[in-house]
């Protein structure tokens, strides 16, 4: 049986990991600290299937947090690797756990290090870095765009204060998104211009997400050669924290159709939410793909599907296929593990989809269920 056929059998909705496709990306990064010597970590808020992280803790250095909870859960879960954590701002009540279980400390601006940096316990080991903003950055969307004017995210030049670095080991920056070495390139360009003065006195430089390194036409090549150029210019330790890179097409969604019904076209009506199951798809947006489906009107029989929430716009996209749909049939949405299962809500009452895991030799394991107590306990 192929990954679809096999997937199909498990009831709806449920998200699939690919343990298989995980490992194929893990290979990828791993080959790219191994020829370096940089640190690779996963982005939790992407992915944070932590049933996976004895696993990718064979390939990475560790994990990134975004604030105390994805910190705790990479300590917990996978403890003997470096956790790094960035958050906007931190509030005092984590700071002291998170120098307990940190490795990496970022901080968001220098009102932020001057606050906490008075309360570094005696013989800390965490190393601190400031999130530097250099105004560069080839993201159209604002929403994704942490440069765009008046961003929160990250210290300008015009703020940055060289009088207050003592205690500070390294810079970090996150600008880029799905983005190719090229783009790294031209960032760094402008981290240099603006920041490359600091950089001689640092110990590291964090080049945050978005590098789409597994994807098949991504220039590892170059991608090696700007982190070697980086290292022999400043004596710097390069850290990357891709999330969606780690788990890109690792996962499914498998729903069930509901109900076919009709209003100037076919509509379909199945067990899942755009709203609900994989947000992005009406936040990003973006149209994900489903196993033997094509665009509209390419094969015989188009559908708009729909989830099964009151919200109106809570349309999947239209999607044909070479049969028409039936009441029960599954259909396999790829590319489900990241920025999906970490981002799924109840809205409407709706059911949580099941996890599951696709292990590598084609057999399948429930992670976990979810029921109606999941719901009533958010409330
Ligand atoms: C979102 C984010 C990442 C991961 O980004 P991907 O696009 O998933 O690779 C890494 N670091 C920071 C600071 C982020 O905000």
């Not at 600008?175 to 590291?204: D, H, I, N, P, S």
């Not at 009506?269 to 009107?297: K, N, Q, W």
């Not at 292990?359 to 429930?366: I, K, M, P, V, Y």
Request: some cysteine.
């Amino acid at each position: 049986m192929n990954k679809s056929e096999i997937v199909k059998e498990l009831p709806t909705p449920c998200y699939v990991i690919d343990e298989d496709a995980l490992k194929r990306n893990l290979t990828i990064l791993h080959s790219v600290e191994e020829q370096t010597g940089c640190h690779i970590l996963l982005a939790q808020k992407a992915f944070s299937s932590y049933c996976t992280y004895p696993l990718i803790a064979q390939y990475l250095s560790g994990t990134t947090a975004s604030g105390l909870f994805e910190a705790r859960l990479a300590h917990e879960e996978m403890g003997n690797r470096q956790v790094h954590v960035f958050s906007p701002a931190y509030k005092d009540d984590e700071f002291d756990e998170l120098v307990q279980i940190c490795d990496h400390m970022v901080f968001n601006s220098f009102s932020q290090w001057e606050h906490f940096r008075k309360r570094i316990p005696h013989g800390c080991k965490t190393e601190f870095g400031l999130r530097i903003n250099p105004e560069y950055s080839e993201i159209e969307t604002d929403i994704y765009n942490p440069c765009f004017a008046n961003s929160r995210l990250g210290i300008t030049l015009a703020q940055f204060k060289e009088a207050e670095l003592d205690g500070i080991s390294g810079l970090h920056f996150h600008t880029m998104c799905e983005q190719g070495a090229e783009t790294l390139e031209r960032t760094l360009r402008a981290v240099e211009e603006k920041f490359g003065k600091y950089l001689y006195r640092m110990k590291w430089l964090n080049f945050g997400g978005g590098h789409h390194i597994t994807r098949p036409d991504y220039n590892i090549p170059k991608l090696i050669e700007l982190i070697h150029y980086m290292q022999e210019k400043y004596h710097l330790t390069i850290y990357l924290e891709p999330g969606e890179a780690v788990a890109i097409d690792a996962g499914f969604l498998v729903c069930s159709v509901l109900d076919i019904t009709k209003n100037g076209m076919n509509l379909a009506i199945v067990d899942t939410s755009a709203a609900c199951h994989m947000p992005d798809v009406l936040e990003m947006p973006y149209r994900p793909f489903i196993i033997g489906s094509r665009e509209a009107g390419k094969l015989p029989y188009t559908y708009r599907l729909g989830g099964s929430t009151c919200l109106a716009g809570d349309v999947i996209g239209d999607y044909s296929f070479e049969q028409p749909l039936h009441i029960g049939d599954k259909l396999v949405f790829t590319d489900m593990a990241m920025y999906s299962i970490v981002k799924n809500n109840t809205f409407n009452g709706m059911p949580l989809p099941s996890i599951y895991l696709l292990c590598a030799d084609g057999s399948t394991r429930l992670i976990r269920q979810f029921g109606y107590e999941d719901f009533k306990s958010r409330l």
